[in-house]
């Protein structure tokens, strides 16, 4: 009988450029990886710290519908403000999961295996952030469902050649694929976790989640084709969703927003602040749940060197809009692009341009990009930096229009601050309520990078290796 | 359905058993392995998934509604707008290709359901919590007769356990 040959002809998807040598067998990765579900005192109080933030941020929008809009800081023209600006940072936030688990599935990058569960939940949690903006915006949220395109008798009627209804469709269908990819991805790890379930009711609960689940090789091979599928559609939404936010700006003919370059400049920003996060996110989880020979230095040096990638094209967007509006000659342009850098907003453009094009450049550094600790510090600046990229974007423009008795300032009351930090603590309770109750990092992609068990030796099994962060990059 | 379950710790153990219960034609062979191997799809040589297909269906049909919608509620509730014709193309191939996406993808999902055979009120006969943590396991669809050689069979290859179920 011929025997087969155990090193396939072409590799598992996610085996290209990474190993994980510390890691010995599939019961090791169910072992270690379940661990981090079992909750504990820092869990708890991070969870209090975003409850406590998500109660400050109810209060104020409580407060605002008693009081209305007048108590944030709208100042006409500048009717967008806080609320519109944190909505395109939370959409951009949520790029990145779908980016990791789709994108770079399809470029079989081998670091997004480890990273791309936390990236996906990230983006679900984002965008469901985001998508109370606009009703917390419209100041009387009870009638949100005015903002729904269909036809009724209110003569309002449903206008498909307008931006943001184009953005109603584009949010509303990236958050039920960015859902759908992040359970289907599930559904092999729920069955895990149900075969080793011991309570009877968690037991039922995770059973009816995983569909019965058995992991038989026909399941595995029409799960392998739907995701390879549903990451290909999913890769032109991801250009698709940031392209069309942009669009409601790039569509209206005010100074600094109607321009061509709209498009993947937003969605190279919602790449870059979307990294950022991930960084923020993975880091501490790495740390804290004893995962970090799961997610080594080598993984978090590539993700280093994609936000480094994505900062320049940033950076390269900042220039080239400065360029456009000397290069056009535009009186208005001009002295909008001047007004924001050198005048009235100079602070936060400054802030953006440091946190955004020059504070990245670091990640030049090898040693800094396998410095997590330096990593997680950069995140953090990021996203305060592409925050106040899309303040830059939102208030310069509307303060600073054609006509100059239009001319006019703005400044954020407690009210915005505090539903802006109400939203993290909304987004960050929900991801914490996650990583308590599903694997955060992917077992079944995992154990597919971990050598099998074999009869014969396999000949490229990895010595098992304590130093698994070693000093020389690209070891391993 | 009766037969006989084979469990494995070895990958290659396992694929042995395949091929060799393949060639002898000892009944249908339903493998279960923790992750996608290519070592078994070598071995089983199962036919292409149609998953493919719900995806092109479902998202030309999507994309077809997308434009549909657009232009049938515009033409409905005519509304001129900076001067364009009531339906325009361009604009409305934002939802052409949302609602592609949209529904190719659940088509996806919902081809994966079917072909995959979840949501699954019960496991059925031939499967052990052990299969999703790290061991591979056989199951030989047979009539009694077939038994003893399926058994013989999965414990020359390397089976740690072998047991009739019915």
């Known amino acids: 009988m011929a025997t087969i040959a155990y090193e396939p002809k072409r590799p598992n998807i996610a085996t290209a450029n990474v190993q994980l040598p510390a890691v010995r067998d599939y019961e090791q990765v169910d072992d270690e990886i ?28 409580m407060y605002q519908i008693n009081q209305g809009l007048g108590v944030a800081g709208y100042n006409p023209p500048v009717m967008w403000g806080v609320y519109i600006i944190t909505f395109v940072f939370w959409v951009g936030i949520g790029h990145a999961g779908t980016l990791i688990s789709a994108i770079l599935y399809l470029f079989r990058a081998g670091f997004r295996t480890t990273i791309y569960r936390a990236a996906e939940a990230m983006t679900v949690f984002a965008v469901m952030t985001a998508g109370l903006f606009p009703i917390i915006h419209i100041g009387r949220p009870w009638k949100f469902f005015w903002l729904i395109p269909y036809p009724n008798w209110r003569l309002l009627w449903p206008q498909f050649k307008s931006p943001l209804i184009w953005d109603v469709f584009a949010i509303s269908t990236y958050l039920t694929i960015s859902t759908t990819f992040l359970f289907v991805g599930l559904i092999p790890d729920i069955a895990v976790l149900r075969d080793r379930e011991k309570n009877p009711t968690r037991r039922a609960i995770l059973a009816f989640l995983s569909f019965g689940w058995r992991n038989t090789e026909r399941e595995w091979r029409h799960f392998a084709r739907a995701y390879l599928f549903l990451a290909a559609v999913s890769t032109p939404l991801v250009l698709s969703v940031h392209s069309v936010v ?28 979307g990294i950022g996060m991930v960084f923020t996110i993975i880091i501490p989880i790495r740390k804290w749940f004893n995962l970090k020979h799961y997610v080594t230095l080598n993984h978090l040096d590539a993700a280093a060197k994609l936000c480094l990638f994505t900062s320049m094209v940033v950076g390269c967007a900042y220039m080239v809009e400065f360029f456009i509006a000397w290069y056009g000659g535009v009186a208005a342009e001009q002295d909008y692009f001047w007004n924001r850098v050198f005048g009235q907003w100079w602070w936060a453009a400054w802030i953006m341009l440091t946190c955004n094009m020059i504070l990245p450049l670091s990640l030049f550094s090898q040693k800094l990009r396998r410095n997590p600790t330096w990593l997680w510090m950069l995140s953090i600046t990021i996203n305060i930096g592409m925050w106040f990229e899309r303040f830059v974007i939102v208030v310069p423009s509307l303060s600073h229009e054609f006509e100059p008795w239009q001319w006019t300032t703005y400044a954020p009351t407690w009210v915005d601050y505090s539903i802006l930090l109400g939203s993290f603590g909304w987004f960050f309770m929900w991801f914490l309520l996650f990583i308590k109750q599903l694997p955060v990092i992917a077992l079944a992609e995992v154990k597919e990078i971990v050598p099998p068990r074999l009869k014969r030796a396999h000949a490229h099994t990895p010595d098992t290796a304590d130093d698994f962060e070693p000093e020389t990059p690209g070891a391993h | 359905m009766r037969g006989v379950l084979g469990h494995f710790k070895e990958l290659d153990s396992a694929v042995d058993a395949i091929t060799e219960l393949k060639h002898k034609r000892l009944g249908d062979v339903t493998v279960f392995t923790p992750t996608p191997r290519h070592e078994f799809e070598a071995a089983v040589q199962p036919p292409t998934s149609p998953v493919r297909r719900y995806m092109l269906v479902g998202g030309l049909s999507g994309c077809i509604f997308g434009y549909w919608m657009a232009i049938w509620a515009s033409n409905y509730w005519p509304l001129v707008v900076g001067g364009k014709a009531i339906s325009t193309w361009i604009p409305y191939t934002v939802f052409g290709f949302e609602v592609f996406v949209l529904v190719g993808a659940l088509s996806t999902v919902a081809g994966l359901f079917i072909h995959a055979r979840i949501p699954r009120l019960t496991m059925t006969v031939g499967y052990d919590p052990r299969f999703s943590r790290g061991d591979y396991g056989i199951w030989v669809e047979c009539t009694p007769e077939q038994f003893a050689s399926a058994e013989a069979l999965l414990k020359k290859h390397g089976a740690v356990e072998v047991r009739g179920e019915r």
Request: aromatic share 18%; proline share 7%.
């Open chain 1, 34 to 61: 379940t661990a981090s579900l079992r909750p504990t005192k820092a869990w708890f109080a991070a969870l209090l710290l975003a409850m406590s933030c998500l109660a400050i941020g109810i209060s104020a929008w």
């Open chain 1, 246 to 273: 942009s669009f409601d700006f790039a569509m209206a003919l005010t100074p600094g927003w109607h321009t061509t370059i709209f498009p993947p400049y937003f969605v190279a920003g919602a790449i870059f602040s």
